[in-house]
């Protein structure tokens, strides 16, 4: 980047000392006012040019002395023949303030390539005077914070091949540097309003990029005679809406499109099968109806084809068979039907598969199983069934074949799946044994068998796995007693999230294996960051980017909740529902990070550990159906994140705790428990409520005695609803759209080799 930068400078010198001995004509002198006048347009302000290589290229233009020729003036270039003015580089000069409509530049009516990138034009707009420059070839603004609309006056540079816009407005989000002829960058500029249609007519255009400018609104241009040369055409994330008129069609020299999170609608011309250059075609996240035409088996070429997050109906019927270049291949979240077809086998160089939330049904293909180059495939949520050969997909890094009708065993592999980072088989009928071939796979992250029909003992041999961050076995045959760590010698060093809820575990709690949550180095909390998998792919000069959210259902605070993402710091522990009996621990209180934790429907005996009271990240606490006996801790009270709580079902007496988050449960809460007296209870304790202090709950009492005005019970519920709220967020219940929208998108396109993008 440097280097080029030099380059340009030294240029300008190269050019004097060639051409000092011929006899080169001298600057016209209204074009050496101009320039003066343009000059004294601006503050020299050293903040105004972010680049490291700035200097004020005007301060040595004078009209005095050796150097009053301005064609040997800093950043100004002459046409050796007639003199005038057609090159002006004054990027990176420190300039600061307005180009007004009356700015002299514009009488420089011969420039060819300007270029004021890196100045700072104080959030002015673009004016459109610059649309009578009508020679120039090269225009550069990026970084100049210019705001507002890009003047339709720019569209009508007819012999305009590079325009550079990028990264105005918002000078902290421009991540792009970028190297190109007969460009149009515009992207992350904070660009608003219409865009005008003309810019797709511009003869030698063939990039036009405007991506991640959310405001800037448009629609597909309708033009029946084109002679486009546009070769990549990025509209992601703008405000383009509208239907894709069939002339589409025209702009056949196109090797990309993408227009991935716009509001484009109604259905996928067919013409779009005459775009035979096409490459990369990304149209997910809008709402496209109707079938998927079957013209897109022409396009021969394409290596990238994305329409997740549509409405797209109908049967894959298109030949897929034609697309043997395919590398990612998603269609998730549409409401595709019918069989998958056969033809995907063909698809031998596929990196990416994604067929999720459809309504795909019958036999999953067992050729597709045999997809060797596989990285990602997901086709959870449809109506598959079959079983399962992952055994030779050796590249695989993230399997989701969950909320099917998939069945039979696992047979073990012979092969090492060393890549393999999620597995998620949730909701099938799969049976017999979990394969422990897993074992070797030391990359897995996640492990997700919920909702299934395994008949196994627990899988202590994953405890080896040194990234084992999930490990969900709900709902399954799982049987027998859990022999711990120090029995075992597997230590599950990165375990964080487990579910063994409703199986047939027996035996004593095992907890043992968690007590390391202490020790582990954990990465900065307060930065949110998700168990994710990422994922590249590469076809030619074009390179995509996935990163993975993992998902998971776990029931947390009494409903069953879908996670779309995972913090990487979320710990829970559910091991309801299963035979296990003995005390609970008190080395429990040393899980420190524990967010949820459900031992409910077990035959638990003895007391509630006090120590649960140090858990204070804990949001979500249920032991109810057990037979714990004892007072229920005053301890717990110190829980302020508590926001579920369920001791209901036991043998436990004594008065109920209050202050803080208990004074925000209910009766049911309770219930079931002889002994219990107190609030909620309608029980009332044989000791009038504040009178007489009870050991257990002293301090307690003194809390809330300090000051029973100022300390109301109103106070506490808005002070202590806050640490519910909050909890709610670190939980991260996620449902929204949005979200769901951010999950699935990650997978960001971009390119590469060809322009050097640097990502700073
Ligand atoms: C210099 O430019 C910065 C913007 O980069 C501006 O905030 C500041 O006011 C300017 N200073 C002067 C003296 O104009
Ligand atoms: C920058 O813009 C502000 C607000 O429009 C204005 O007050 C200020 O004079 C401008 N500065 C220059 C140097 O043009
Ligand atoms: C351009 O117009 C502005 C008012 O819009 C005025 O203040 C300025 O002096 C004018 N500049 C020139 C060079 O005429
Ligand atoms: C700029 O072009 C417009 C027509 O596009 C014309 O009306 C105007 O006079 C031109 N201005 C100059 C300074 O040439
Ligand atoms: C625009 O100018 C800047 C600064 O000179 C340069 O880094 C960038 O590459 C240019 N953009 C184009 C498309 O030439
Ligand atoms: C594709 O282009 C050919 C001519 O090049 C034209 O005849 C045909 O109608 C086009 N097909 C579609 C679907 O637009
Ligand atoms: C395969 O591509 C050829 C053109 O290369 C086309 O004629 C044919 O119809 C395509 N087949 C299918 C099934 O789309
Ligand atoms: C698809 O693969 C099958 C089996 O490998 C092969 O018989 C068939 O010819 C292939 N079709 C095409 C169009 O390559
Ligand atoms: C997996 O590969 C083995 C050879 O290593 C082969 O015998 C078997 O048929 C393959 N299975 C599937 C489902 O492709
Ligand atoms: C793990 O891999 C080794 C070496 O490839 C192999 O010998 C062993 O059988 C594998 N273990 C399992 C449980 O598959
Ligand atoms: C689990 O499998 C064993 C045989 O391995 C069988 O005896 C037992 O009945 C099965 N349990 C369940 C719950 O299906
Ligand atoms: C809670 O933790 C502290 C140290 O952090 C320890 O001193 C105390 O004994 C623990 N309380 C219980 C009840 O385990």
């Given amino acids: 980047m ?31 006012s101009a320039l003066l006048q343009f000059k004294k347009s601006f503050i020299i302000n050293k903040s105004a040019s972010s680049d490291p290589d700035a200097y004020p290229k005007v301060r040595s233009w004078r009209l005095e002395g050796e150097n009053s020729d301005c064609c040997s003036w800093d950043g100004v270039d ?10 002006l580089d004054l990027s990176s000069s420190y300039l600061y303030g307005s180009i007004n409509s009356n700015s002299t530049l514009f009488r420089l009516v011969h420039l060819r390539s300007l270029n004021l990138a890196y100045n700072h034009f104080n959030y002015s707009q673009i004016p459109s005077q610059l649309g009578n420059l009508s020679r120039l070839t090269y225009l550069n603004l990026s970084y100049t914070f210019f705001s507002g609309q890009i003047p339709f006056e720019v569209s009508k540079l007819s012999q305009l091949s590079s325009l550079d816009l990028c990264c105005n407005f918002d000078l902290s989000s421009g991540k792009y540097f970028l190297q190109f002829k007969q460009t149009l960058y515009l992207h992350d500029s904070g660009m608003h309003g219409q865009f005008p249609p003309g810019i797709f007519k511009l003869p030698n255009l063939r990039v036009l990029d405007v991506k991640y400018n959310q405001d800037l609104t448009g629609s597909w241009p309708d033009f029946q005679y084109l002679s486009s040369r546009l070769e990549e055409i990025d509209l992601g994330s703008t405000g383009f809406t509208g239907e894709l008129p069939i002339s589409m069609g025209n702009f056949g020299s196109l090797i990309a499109l993408s227009i991935w999170g716009c509001n484009f609608s109604g259905s996928i011309p067919s013409s779009i099968g005459n775009l035979t250059n096409l490459i990369y075609l990304e149209l997910s996240i809008n709402t496209l109806v109707g079938n998927i035409p079957s013209s897109i088996g022409n396009l021969i070429q394409l290596a990238f084809l994305g329409l997740y997050d549509n409405q797209l109906s109908g049967p894959i019927s298109f030949g897929l068979t034609n697309l043997t270049q395919l590398v990612v291949f998603d269609l998730g979240g549409n409401h595709l039907t019918g069989p998958i077809p056969f033809g995907l086998m063909n698809l031998t160089k596929l990196n990416v598969l994604c067929l999720w939330k459809n309504k795909f049904e019958g036999q999953f293909p067992i050729s597709i199983f045999k997809q060797t180059n596989l990285y990602l495939l997901d086709i959870s949520a449809n109506y598959l069934s079959g079983t399962l050969f992952i055994c030779n997909m050796t590249s695989l890094h993230i399997l989701y074949v969950s909320d099917n009708y998939f069945s039979g065993s696992l047979l073990p592999c012979l092969h090492n799946i060393l890549e393999l980072r999620m597995i998620s088989l949730r909701g099938n009928k799969f049976q017999g044994l979990l394969p422990r071939s897993l074992s070797n796979s030391t990359m897995l992250e996640a492990i997700d068998v919920s909702n299934n029909q395994f008949n196994d003992t627990f899988p202590s041999w994953l405890g080896n796995l040194p990234n084992l961050k999930l490990l969900l076995l709900r709902s399954n045959k799982f049987y027998g007693q859990i022999l711990e760590s120090l029995e075992t010698n597997y230590q599950f060093p990165n375990l964080r999230i487990i579910d063994l809820s409703y199986n047939s575990f027996i035996g004593r709690l095992p907890l043992k294996s968690f007590r390391n949550w202490n020790t582990l180095k954990l990465d900065n909390e307060s930065h949110l960051s998700y168990i994710q998998a990422e994922i590249s792919s590469s076809a030619g000069t074009y390179h995509m980017y996935y990163e993975y959210d993992y998902t998971m259902q776990l029931r947390n605070k009494g409903l069953d909740i879908a996670y779309d993402k995972v913090q990487e710091f979320f710990r829970a522990i559910d091991m309801s529902s299963n035979r296990f009996v003995g005390e609970i621990p008190s080395y429990i209180g040393d899980l420190k990070r524990l967010r949820m934790l459900n031992l409910s429907n077990n035959i638990l005996t003895g007391h509630i550990p006090p120590s649960i009271g140090n858990l204070t990240m804990l949001e979500s606490l249920d032991l109810s159906q057990n037979r714990l006996s004892g007072e229920i801790p005053s301890q717990l009270t110190q829980l302020t994140f508590l926001e579920w709580f369920n001791v209901s079902h036991n043998q436990l007496a004594g008065s109920i705790p209050h202050g803080k988050q208990f004074d925000t449960f209910e009766n049911k809460s309770f219930m079931g428990n002889l002994g219990l007296c107190g609030n909620p209870l309608s029980k009332k304790c044989w000791v009038s409520d504040s009178s007489v202090p009870l050991p257990s709950t002293s301090k307690q009492i003194q809390d809330s005695a300090v000051s029973p005005f100022e300390f109301g019970w109103k106070i506490v519920l808005v002070g202590y609803g806050f640490g519910l709220i909050f909890g709610v967020i670190i939980g991260n219940i996620v449902a929204t759209k949005k979200l769901d929208w951010l999950m699935k998108t990650f997978g960001i396109w971009q390119r590469t080799q060809r322009n050097n993008v640097t990502i700073s």
Avoid: A, N, W
């Fill in 2 to 32: 440097f280097m080029l930068m030099r380059l340009l400078y030294i240029l300008p010198l190269f050019h004097l000392i060639h051409s000092f001995p011929s006899k080169q004509p001298l600057c016209h002198d209204d074009e050496s």
């Fill in 78 to 87: 002459c046409d050796e023949d007639t003199g005038h003015v057609i090159g």
